[in-house]
């Protein structure tokens, strides 16, 4: 990685920092006074490729930003070299705030094209593309001013902190102590599966009548649900003959109510009785009481309530053929059609009426016409005698003529008196007539009415009378169908009911009654059957709370060796878990060993090599910072430091060195160290920042340094060199200088082929 140019804004010192076209090669020296901002050049390369530096691990990257301002920018421009691109111009860019802002990218030049973004993209770029991270960057390519005053022990410690052997002395001491924790983790997770182990073992005793404590639960179960469906079906019939029990003395007293009951009442407490016996017969039958006896004698009790209800039911359609007689008469008489007698009667007695008023105005025609009549045959005798008075009355009218008029009108006044006289009689026959009609039609009206009166006496009986009493009025008054169908129902049903046919129709009560003995007996009957299924269901309820005790114990123990076996599973998981994390700590432990001997391996590994190597690159190297008079160098496996003393002929420990060649040493192991570096892992060119590397050294040496550091390798080949003052002589042996100053908070140096350097 080689440095192009470096600008920055807002950053430490600077406002603004701009150092541009930076030499490939060469020693580029940085010269001012203390606080004129030297260090922060260096501290800028720091921040710009690992996004921290120094400084800022005991402080807020805030506190990088330039008094009184608000954010802060670096911007560096470095080249790089792979197998894959070959030669490559990166600008790395990287910004903070004050409001905690943090912006970083990388771009190729000169397209700009954007190579990563974000600060973490960013690092692991530059970690991936030149080889190294920020520790081991400051440690191989950073030279801090403090570097060059490490003796005796701190030079092994800075050697071994280089190396790697602290770290791996730290790992492994590190590694030890967590092994020994891990130990004791493993001892602790053994005594918990000894533990649950023991545990185990007591469960498994009573995991193992799981299968036979299975089978006794179900058998159990089986029983309880067995001996519970007894204990309801005995409920059951129990409540079922209990209610037949209660009921009895009911169904009994109604017979005794239905023996004096009469009309609706009656039928409908037979057709009652009939649909209960009925019901408990089919119970009987059906198999909810399950009872032969009891059912046979419920069904002699059904039939003769059969027989009742039938000869009601016949009783009924009796009294509904004298209704049908009654409404029959009823129409006869009150029908609207024109037949019926009333209708009748109101048009005959209407038509005699006409009658009456046509025969008074034909009595008045009649004598109208015999007075007409008596008049002009009066006048026509008298013209005809000839009267003298008439004569003078008619003066010149001949008096036969008028004799013959009157008469003519007298022979038409007779015609019409005679047909008048006809028709009158005519009519006065149709009066006569119909007068005899209508005394028919009242006499049979009255009889009708009187029928029908007997009618609905007799239907009052139906609801006050037996239906002896009724039979006994209707044959009074039936006739035609209804008496036909009367003497067929005296005659079925008093053979019906076994009574003599002579006797009347039958007596219903006794049938009834005789049911009140069947009664008792059935409910003596069921007094004994509910008695009998109390003592059972008291049996079956004792024997199901057995049962329930049995099964209530063997699912306890159940429980209990189902719990148990939880347990013991719980317990199995634990073991596993616990052996599974015993082994996993186990294998740690083995890994952690096995990297201890790894590390230790290691160690010494790098402690053989590392001597020989550095020893053949201080050699290089120390003769040219020393001025030739060092010129070989060893170190021990210990990484101890001797150098070898023309003068003594021998190899002297750095202890006795002095602190110019002491710091020259320093120097020559950080380069030999830079160099290694970068022949192991970059293999490519390498800028390095050595921040006041000669404090201690005379200008002789210095000079020497400083011309030896730009040849020391093609690798290693660009070099910024922090000097707080500097002779004339020390200034010439830089490639390049840039001049610094404690005022000055703005820098720009733009390095060209033409000048060899410019400073503001």
Known sequence: MIIRSIKAENFMKFSRLNLMDLPEAGVIGIIGPNESGKSTIGEALLFAFFGRTKISKDCPLESLIHWGSEYMRVEIDFILRDQEHGRRNLRIYREIDRFGTNYAKILELPGKQEVARGNL??????????????????????????????????????????????QMDSAIERIKTEVEQLEREFGHYQKDIGRNLKQIEHFARTVERLPELREEEEQAVYDYVNMKETVEENSRSREAYGSLVGSGNGREQRFVELASARGAQLEDGVAGLLDDYRSLQSRCIDGELDDTELAEETG???????????????????????????????????????????????????????????????????????????VFAGLAVAFALKIESLENFLGEIPSPYVSLGCGGVGLLAMLFLSLKYVSYRGFQSRRSGLTKTISVLKKKIQNTKSRIRDYLRLEELKDSGAPRDYVEAAGEIATGAAAKRLEEFRGRYSALLGLDPEAGPGDYTDLLRQQVENEKTCRKRIKNLTQGC??????????LKKSQSSRDR???????????LAKKETLEEKVAEFESAALKIRREIDDRRTACELLQLCSATTREKVGPTLSRYLKCILPRLTEGRYRDVKLDPDLKIQV???????FISAVELSGGTNEALMLGLRLALSQAHITSRTRQKQFMFLDEPFKMMDGARVVGALESLGRLSEELCQFFVVQPRCEEEQVAAFDRVIHTAVEMTELKVDFTASSADESA
Do not use: P
Not at 321 to 348: C, I, M
Not at 349 to 367: D, F, H, I, P, T
Not at 644 to 650: G, L, M, T, V
């Open 300 to 374: 002699k009790i059904s039939d003769a309530l059969e027989q009742a209800n039938e000869f009601l039911d016949t009783y009924r359609q009796l009294r509904g053929s004298f209704v049908e007689a009654r409404e029959t008469l009823e129409s006869e008489l009150y029908g609207s059609d024109e037949n019926s007698l009333k209708t009748r009667l109101t048009a005959q007695e209407q038509e005699r009426m006409s009658l009456a008023a046509v025969l008074k105005g034909r009595s008045k025609g009649l004598l109208a016409g015999g007075a007409l009549f008596l």
């Open 534 to 543: 109390a003592r059972k269901l008291k049996d079956s309820e004792a024997a």
């Open 121 to 166: 993209e960013v690092t692991s770029f530059i970690q991936a593309q030149v080889g190294f991270d920020f520790f081991e960057f400051q440690h191989a390519f950073y030279h801090d001013q403090y570097g060059s005053r490490l003796v005796d022990d701190s030079q092994r410690e800075f050697l071994e902190r280089m190396t790697g052997v602290r």
């Open 554 to 564: 063997i699912s306890n123990e159940l429980r209990e060796a189902e719990g148990q």
């Open 644 to 650: 070898f003393a023309d003068e003594r002929s021998d």
